[in-house]
């Protein structure tokens, strides 16, 4: 029960006057600040920039075997940034592609041949009357961007916090053959920072689905602990070896990238899956390209080199990330919103904070915080169509103000989220 329920209406219209008080003492002071999206912070960019200088000499554009980088082929990628991928992903060089910068354009472009060319020998998804897909909510904007690029109808699905609500999931995809797909971010979820039980690993690999029913398994934030200890990072069941287990090999598609370890505009994406899942995603793209940017593939592999050169350098991105993660959680602890109905959560790891107010306040909250100078991700936004059913999920995204700013902006938000808790208290009294 929030505190503001308990208090008069008086008092409450009394309240309601001090904090618009402040509030138009914080506009005055014309703050700028921007928390919008999960972009890396300019120290984190910084991190490496050692990389540009490994590739400049002659001598220096031979990858392993003596392929020279700067010409065409290798389609799949050179065997370096191949096995450096694979560690990423977990999975064996063999089964790997390895891409431009944005494993979003890969999920596009999977979908889009899905779209055209249907899965391994099935009808394409344009030819049937009707493609579905399975959203986790709260979830990633820019998955449910691609649904809605396509026409494909999107069932929002509660996320819970072991994974999306697998009883609704399987009773779904049992008696509807035209759900084609899900999208899953794993490990520290976005927003919620949440990640998937083995349990819910496993009945997403065996349940009973149609035969071209694809997981797209977007492991974006697989290395991107806050916490150095392992005991204090999540771990994730591999989806490639439940599916194996299950014998559903081919209903995976795993992507992941370079974006947020390296420089986001210029690294490497990754797409793993069956061997005949990457036979076939070959034969398509060879159509499209002759290959892709072999010269930066070159220099993450020597600049970050495995599994253990990946770890090194997310320890450096956790120093700097973990301080604006733990201010964003002071000032939601101390800011007494707990008392008004208001809940987050407190990840270990990935690069948001979901934080959700009573019914009918997240629009309110994030259109107070433009007007006192603070950009927020749109309400809604976390749900298909942007379209909240309940008004009240906001996504926090900390990493790229300086923590200066950060911490201004966060006194900002929780005093914009105590004013909408009020009106949406006083308003349910009319």
């Known amino acids: 029960m929030s505190k503001y329920s308990s208090m008069s209406t008086y008092m409450l219209k009394s309240e309601l006057e001090r904090l618009n008080m402040e509030f138009e003492t914080v506009k005055s002071q014309s703050y700028a600040l921007n928390m919008a999206r999960g972009k890396p912070s300019g120290q984190q960019l910084d991190l490496s920039m050692p990389m540009l200088d490994i590739v400049n000499s002659k001598s220096d554009f031979y990858s392993e075997g003596g392929i020279d980088c700067r010409n065409y082929g290798e389609l799949s990628g050179i065997p370096e940034a191949k096995t450096l991928m694979a560690d990423l992903v977990d999975d064996d060089p063999d089964n790997v592609i390895v891409y431009g910068s944005s494993s979003l354009a890969i999920m596009y472009d999977t979908v889009a041949r899905l779209w055209i060319f249907g899965a391994r020998g099935y009808t394409p998804w344009s030819q049937l009357p009707s493609v579905k897909w399975i959203c986790p909510v709260p979830g990633y904007d820019r998955h449910f961007g691609i649904c809605d690029t396509f026409g494909i109808e999107m069932i929002p699905v509660p996320l819970r916090e072991d994974g999306?609500?697998?009883?609704?999931?399987?009773?779904?995809?049992?008696?509807?053959?035209?759900i084609k797909g899900i999208w899953c971010v794993p490990k520290y979820s976005?927003?919620?920072?949440?990640?998937?039980?083995?349990?819910?690993?496993?009945?997403?690999?065996?349940?009973?689905a149609a035969g071209d029913f694809r997981i797209f398994w977007d492991n974006a934030y697989a290395v991107h602990h806050l916490y150095d200890n392992p005991e204090d990072q999540d771990q994730l069941k591999g989806i490639a070896d439940a599916c194996i287990a299950a014998g559903n090999p081919d209903r995976y598609y795993k992507?992941?990238?370079?974006?947020?370890?390296?420089?986001?505009?210029?690294?490497?994406?990754?797409?793993?899956s069956s061997p005949a899942n990457v036979s076939e995603m070959l034969k398509r793209i060879s159509a499209r390209t002759i290959?892709?940017?072999?010269?930066?593939?070159?220099?993450?592999?020597?600049?970050?080199?495995?599994g253990e050169g990946i770890a090194e350098i997310m320890k450096d991105h956790a120093a700097i990330l973990r301080p604006r993660f733990e201010a964003?959680?002071?000032?939601?602890?101390?800011?007494?919103?707990?008392?008004?109905?208001?809940?987050?959560?407190?990840?270990?790891?990935?690069?948001?904070?979901?934080?959700?107010?009573?019914k009918g306040t997240a629009k309110r909250i994030v259109s107070l915080c433009k007007e006192a100078g603070v950009i927020l991700t749109k309400a809604g936004a976390t749900w298909p169509h942007g379209e909240d059913p309940n008004d009240s999920n906001i996504r926090i995204a900390p990493s790229f103000p300086p923590l200066g700013e950060l911490k201004a902006a966060m006194k900002i938000f929780v005093l914009c989220a105590h004013i909408a808790c009020v009106e949406v208290e006083l308003a349910g009294r009319e």
């Open 190 to 208: 976005n927003p919620t920072g949440i990640t998937y039980s083995d349990e819910v690993v496993d009945r997403l690999a065996g349940m009973k």
């Open 255 to 272: 992507f992941a990238s370079t974006s947020k370890i390296t420089f986001s505009g210029a690294g490497l994406a990754v797409y793993a």
């Open 328 to 358: 964003v959680q002071k000032a939601l602890n101390k800011g007494g919103l707990a008392d008004c109905g208001c809940t987050w959560t407190n990840p270990r790891g990935g690069y948001f904070v979901s934080f959700d107010g009573p």
């Open 291 to 306: 290959g892709y940017d072999k010269l930066n593939q070159l220099r993450h592999a020597r600049f970050l080199v495995n």
């Open 164 to 178: 999306p609500d697998m009883d609704v999931i399987e009773e779904l995809c049992a008696n509807d053959d035209s």
